[in-house]
């Protein structure tokens, strides 16, 4: 209908900073002509650097109507860290694992923008472990590597064998960046394992807090996690910043 996409437009170019305007104009301009509109939302983006709500509306219209490979390339160009929830959103959609999987490898290749290629990580949530575990791995990008462990961890349940290769990786002593991450893939085990990989879990966080190599405030964060499942006691006579924990 000519008339109805006329109206969707004019609300889109004149909606200005209404984010909710611009959404259900954007959405409806997306699914009739991505080519035309979709440069279009890009730039509305850069135009508005400091208006978190615009722009978030905007990365939800695109993750949620523009056709996906499309879609996957334009989310990893105007990349921020509150655009978690967008991701998500393009990971639902049918095709968009590889999209997302094909982006993520040509960031990588490329060695660019670290947070693209961590926010494409995290819509990897129906990769396979091994993948995601060789992501953790080899990506150079210490945040990109502990995305992967959190992407893994969160989805569900993961065999022992894969936490003992977390905890490994997250051993290397001279990457403090990864390493204070660990608390909370090691918390994701615990609320989503059972068996072995819980017990492997429950170590690796009982040694977190007891690890004097971390931050003070690292190895309170874990000790915070860890209350919830191990046994009263456990961190009897252990003192972080001059306080004993029990």
Do not use: C
């Not at 690292?218 to 996690?225: C, E, K, P």
């Amino acid at each position: 209908d000519p008339e109805r996409r006329a109206d969707f437009q004019r609300l889109f170019l004149e909606g200005g900073e209404d984010p909710l305007l611009v959404k259900v104009a954007l959405d409806s301009l997306l699914h009739d002509d991505p080519a035309t509109f979709l440069p279009i939302a890009e730039e509305l983006v850069r135009a508005h650097p400091a208006d978190a709500r615009l722009k978030s509306s905007v990365a939800q219209a695109i993750a949620a109507a523009a056709p996906v490979d499309e879609a996957t390339r334009t989310l990893a160009r105007i990349a921020e860290e509150t655009q978690y929830e967008a991701f998500a959103a393009l990971a639902s959609r049918p095709g968009a694992a590889d999209a997302i999987a094909r982006e993520y490898g040509e960031l990588l290749a490329e060695g660019r923008d670290p947070l693209a290629r961590k926010l494409l990580v995290s819509g990897l949530r129906e990769e396979r472990e091994d993948v995601l575990v060789g992501i953790a791995r080899m990506d150079p990008d210490a945040k990109v590597s502990l995305q992967a462990a959190l992407t893994l961890t969160a989805r569900g349940a993961v065999a022992a064998e894969t936490v003992g290769a977390l905890r490994e990786l997250f051993e290397v002593p001279a990457d403090g960046a990864r390493r204070k991450g660990a608390a909370k893939v090691a918390e994701n085990v615990l609320r989503r394992s059972e068996g072995a990989a819980r017990a492997a879990a429950e170590a690796w966080l009982v040694e977190l807090v007891r690890d004097t190599r971390l931050a003070e405030k690292d190895r309170l964060d874990a000790y915070g996690r860890a209350q919830h499942f191990v046994a009263p006691g456990t961190f009897t006579g252990v003192a972080i910043g001059g306080r004993v924990l029990e």
